[in-house]
């Protein structure tokens, strides 16, 4: 299984019973799943098997999806007007408009209220089999048009991890050099500290010189969270967002980490890079299932 965006889109459609039937299901970015349906009120009788494919189907995302009826034909379905509600609405309306003195209730008011006109009725068993078989073939379609994003931004991530690793492995030739150079001018403190015989003085120079030149373990965890990365993109199956966006936060503080023990102004650049690359990651891990 490659990774997968939350993000995606799928139209289908066909025709049964005498009707045109369009299933729409689009998604974008949530924590968490959450599955809304957009469906005529006779079909709510199959939401609950539809909820309990489509929660199968994904893992994290705000999924809406919409199905739509429309006769064949060229026919124009018949309104049905319920007489008993009707009737019922204009004996409260001139209940409350002598108790309360409100405006009379007109005939557009009536006919807006739910329940009042409705459609030749849907035979909803008819159209199970056809609309279950047509949400499975949009299932897929998401599912295809989600996995394609997800090769982008695999690829993007991958790509960032390169120049990271690239990064770090520059610093750490470098680092010697860096080390040698900051090892002079911290001598050259020293002298002056021992000129004035301030143990104290001795003793934080020391300090901060050891805590500056160990780096090792800043680069220890930056290899292995990066190639944690890696692994999870290439490898991983299932859903792999938060484990992405907790990997993003350890590589910032490591990052963060690495520019408060800079040594020379490469250290602090490095560190700026590295931050920008792991941001521009963090951006796509939001939209990773």
């Not at 209220?113 to 897929?140: C, K, N, Q, W, Y």
């Not at 980490?257 to 792991?278: D, F, H, M, P, R």
Request: charged residues 30%; aromatic residues 4%; proline residues 1%.
């Amino acid at each position: 299984m490659s990774v997968r965006s939350m993000t995606g889109f799928a139209h289908v459609s066909d025709e049964a019973a005498g009707k045109r039937i369009d299933v729409e299901i689009r998604a974008v970015n949530h924590r968490f799943l959450d599955i809304q349906f957009k469906i005529p009120d006779e079909l709510r009788v199959l939401e609950s098997r539809m909820r309990e494919y489509l929660a199968g189907k994904a893992a994290r995302g705000k999924l809406e999806c919409r199905i739509q009826l429309t006769t064949l034909g060229g026919k124009t379905e018949s309104l049905n007007i319920n007489h008993g509600l009707v009737e019922e609405l204009v004996q409260i309306g001139s209940k409350w408009r002598k108790k309360y003195g409100t405006g009379k209730l007109g005939a557009a008011d009536i006919l807006r209220f739910p329940g009042v006109l409705s459609g030749s009725e849907t035979d909803a068993e008819a159209l199970s089999a056809p609309i279950l078989a047509l949400l499975a073939r949009a299932a897929d379609e998401f599912n295809a048009s989600r996995e394609r994003e997800g090769a982008k931004l695999q690829a993007h991530i991958v790509e960032r991890l390169d120049l990271i690793e690239a990064i770090i492995g520059a610093l750490e030739q470098l680092f010697p050099e860096l080390l040698n150079a900051h090892m002079e001018k911290m001598q050259a403190r020293l002298a002056a500290a021992v000129a004035n015989v301030d143990e104290d003085r001795l003793k934080q120079e020391f300090a901060l010189f050891m805590q500056k030149a160990d780096v090792d373990e800043e680069f220890n965890r930056l290899r292995t969270h990066t190639a944690e990365v890696r692994r999870i993109v290439t490898e991983h199956k299932g859903s792999i967002g938060k484990r992405l966006d907790f990997l993003m936060q350890e590589l910032n503080r490591e990052a963060n980490t690495l520019g408060s023990k800079a040594i020379a102004g490469e250290c602090t650049q490095v560190s700026v890079e590295l931050k920008v690359l792991i941001e521009q990651m963090r951006e796509q891990v939001q939209n990773i299932e």
